[in-house]
């Protein structure tokens, strides 16, 4: 049995890691001699006191039955240092480790490119194994001097979220446009309801769903308060979420900037054609013209484009609907990354 310390967000908090490790967990139970000992941290603001507190815990976590640990940072300014802090002392306390890379800010790689590229060698880049969402992110790690090996992978659906569905063919008269993800102004929703403005113009009997809350709700709320065709709901989870998934045609998730947003993984594995940005993990990952289609961000135009060229040929929104549904259940499983996973980490362990 090997021991693996990981550490979470909190896993009962939204968000793209906390959803990614809650269904990855469910699929390693299946792992029989595999035991991951789970430290949730994180979650304190702007409170000091809970980032000494977060290295504390850490410290008190490494016991001498740890196999290896496995860090999930992001790539922005706080939780870079945090989980180099934690990189240095399993170098420390000789204890091999791993690194996940998830959200990716570029702002915050030009200031590693000029400053904090020998902290990155002191902590990170000690790691036996690093794990990223893009060939780009890839790249940028071994030009920092990274010795190890750099794997692409990728985020993770919950299998279980299609136990009662089949894809048919919807024969709503209404074509419902989906959006489910934080509501913050970086991830285009204002840009996709100026797009939709247009859209439902042209476009008779069209609905957008917009689900998820956020800083940015209550200006969505007074924005969309007198627009026509547009259903603001909040925050979603469990068998209403399943049912967004199910109802709707195709999924837009315009954003400024994503490492491989959950979400838009769980559209595919419910077969919705995809319009989405050329940005992050997005980039390599996507495949444009038979996943649906790419824009560049912040383009009303291109939104506005794109779902109706979708809209416009509805065998070809057929055809990938087949492909994105095919393609979540090989590739994007929470059981099939959760095994390439623990291949990697058989290797080390």
């Known amino acids: 049995m090997s021991n693996i310390l990981i550490t979470v967000p909190n896993l009962s908090t939204l968000g793209g890691v906390s959803n990614l490790w809650n269904s990855l967990f469910l699929a390693f139970k299946e792992i029989k001699n595999i035991e991951f000992n789970i430290l949730e941290i994180g979650g304190h603001g702007k409170n000091p006191i809970g980032v000494i507190k977060d290295q504390w815990r850490f410290h008190k976590s490494l016991k001498s039955d740890i196999d290896l640990a496995f860090l999930n940072p992001s790539l922005i300014i706080k939780s870079f240092f945090r989980d180099g802090l934690f990189a240095k002392q399993l170098i420390k306390n000789r204890t091999p480790f791993v690194v996940f890379f998830h959200g990716w800010e570029q702002e915050f790689e030009q200031k590693i490119d000029t400053k904090y590229k020998e ?62 993800s934080r509501i913050i102004r970086e991830k285009g929703i204002f840009e996709l309801v100026e797009a939709f403005e247009k859209i439902n113009k042209k476009v008779k009997n069209s609905e957008l769903i917009i689900a998820g809350d956020g800083k940015d709700f209550e200006e969505l709320k007074e924005v969309v308060s007198l627009k026509k065709g547009i259903r603001l709901i909040g925050y979603v989870e469990g068998k209403e979420k399943i049912k967004l998934f199910e109802e709707s045609h195709l999924f837009c998730l315009p954003s400024y900037t994503e490492g491989l947003p959950v979400a838009l993984l769980e559209a595919m ?16 990952f996507f495949r444009d013209g038979e996943m649906g289609y790419m824009i560049e961000p912040k383009s009303i135009r291109e939104i506005e484009e794109k779902i ?38 058989r290797e080390i362990v």
Not at 136 to 159: H, M, R, S
Not at 269 to 284: A, D
Not at 318 to 337: C, D
């Open 308 to 345: 109706e060229l979708m809209l416009s040929s509805p065998e070809r929104m057929r055809e990938m609907s087949l492909f994105n549904y095919k393609y979540a259940q090989n590739y994007l499983t929470n059981s099939v990354v959760a095994q390439r996973l623990y291949k990697h980490l």
């Open 119 to 180: 902290f990155f060698l002191n902590s990170f880049a000690h790691a036996k194994k690093i794990f990223v969402l893009s060939f780009e992110f890839k790249e940028k790690i071994l030009e920092w001097g990274y010795q190890g090996e750099v794997i692409v992978e990728t985020t993770a659906v919950d299998i279980s979220l299609i136990n009662n569905f089949s894809l048919q063919k919807k024969e709503d008269r209404e074509i419902k446009i989906l959006f489910i």
């Open 269 to 284: 594995l419910f077969g919705l054609p995809i319009v989405t940005t050329k940005v992050g993990g997005l980039k390599q």
